[in-house]
C-alpha cells in the first residue's frame, strides 16, 4: 500500500514551481491561514490558484486555456484520501467575477436554499454545498455533509492546520500561480517499501532498507508554480531525516517510478536537483499532463466554474442539458 501511495503521488512531484527568488509573504496574503483556522475537520492539503495567471501560463505553451472568463481564484482545503487520490472532503472559496444569487442558482442545479446560522446556502443535487458570500465570495464544501457545513460557518473547531500545513500557509500571492501543499506525516511505512524498492536500475548503487527509511520520514511536499512561465519549474520535499543522500539518484527514481506506475515523465531525469537541510528540492519544466492530472484531483474550480456559468443566465434550456452532462460526468 506505501509504494502504491507513492506511485500515486510522484506526479505532484512532477508538478512545479516557476519561482526565481520569491520575496516574504505579505501580511494580506492570509487565505489559506484563514480556512485553516476555520477548517470544519482536520485537513491534510490545501491549494491556492490564481486562475488568471495559470491560465495565461498554459495558453503561452499551448495547453487548454483555464476558466478565467468565470473565476478569479480559489484557494481550499481538504482531506485527501492518499491512496485513492481523491478528497473525502473539500472545503474552499472562490473569487467569481460576478455576484451569484442563491434563490437562482438552486433554482438552475435543482437544489434548495437553506439557512445555517443566518447564513443563506445552496443544497446541490451533485453533493455540493454552495455559500455566495459578499465580494462575489463562493463558499464550496463537497460532499454536501450539513453537520460539516455547520462546523465550517460556525467556525467551532478552531485551528486544525497540521504543522506542515501551518508552516506552508502564507505564500507569496503576488508572485504565485498555484500552490499545493500535501501532509504526508507518518502516512509511509519503510518496511514494505524497501520490498518494493528493490530492483529499481535507479538505485543499484543504493540500499533500498536505506532509501525507504529516508523516503517514509517524509512531512510532505509543495508545488507552487510561479508567474514567469511552466519552464522553470521546482518541488520542495520536507523529510524528517536528511535526503542528501538521494540528491544524485533522486531525478532517476522519481522518472523510473512514475514510469512502473503508467504515468512516465522521462524529462523529469533532465531536472536539476538540490539538498539542504532536511529539504530536498526538484527543478524542471512541467508538461501539461502532470498539470492536469495535479489540478484534476482537487474539484472546487469546476465547481466554481460550472455555478459561474450556471448563474451567468444561461438558458434553462440549456442550464438543464449542461447539468444532466455534469452530472453523468462528475457523479
Known sequence: ??????????????????????PPAHA???????????????????????????????????????????????????????AASRPKWEAGYATMKSTVDAEKLAAELGGYVDE???????????QTYFMPGKENRMGILRPADRSLLTQWIDGLKGTLGTPFLQSQSNP????????????????????????????????????????????????????????RGLNEC?????????PASLRPVAADLLAEIL???????????SWKVTAKDNTLSLQGAVTESTLSGLLSVF????QARKTARLSDGESSSRSRAHQRGYRAKNF
Open 234 to 242: 521546482k518541488v520542495m520535499a520536507s523529510f524528517g531525516k536528511s
Open 172 to 227: 507569496p500571492e503576488d508572485y504565485l500561480s498555484m500552490m499545493v501543499a500535501i501532509d504526508l506525516t507518518g502516512a509511509l511505512s519503510p518496511v514494505p517499501m524497501a520490498k518494493k524498492l528493490e530492483g529499481l536500475e535507479s538505485l543499484k548503487s543504493k540500499s533500498p532498507e536505506t532509501v525507504a527509511g529516508i523516503l517514509a520520514s517524509v512531512e510532505g511536499f509543495t508545488v507552487l508554480i510561479g508567474r
Open 116 to 126: 445555517i446560522s443566518d447564513r443563506k446556502v445552496v443544497w446541490s443535487p451533485g
Open 1 to 22: 500500500r506505501e509504494y502504491i501511495m507513492l506511485f500515486r503521488f510522484t506526479p505532484f512531484l512532477a508538478a512545479a514551481i516557476c519561482v526565481a527568488m520569491l
Open 28 to 82: 494580506q496574503d492570509e487565505k489559506l491561514q484563514f480556512l485553516l483556522d476555520r477548517s470544519p475537520a482536520i485537513p491534510n492539503a490545501m491549494g491556492y490558484v490564481n486562475v488568471g495567471s495559470l491560465d495565461k501560463l498554459m495558453a503561452d505553451t499551448g495547453m487548454p486555456r483555464g476558466v478565467t472568463e468565470t473565476v478569479d481564484e480559489y484557494w481550499f482545503v481538504a482531506d485527501l484520501d492518499l
Open 299 to 302: 474539484s472546487l474550480q469546476d
Open 259 to 269: 514510469e512502473q506506475s503508467g504515468s512516465s515523465a522521462p524529462e523529469i531525469k
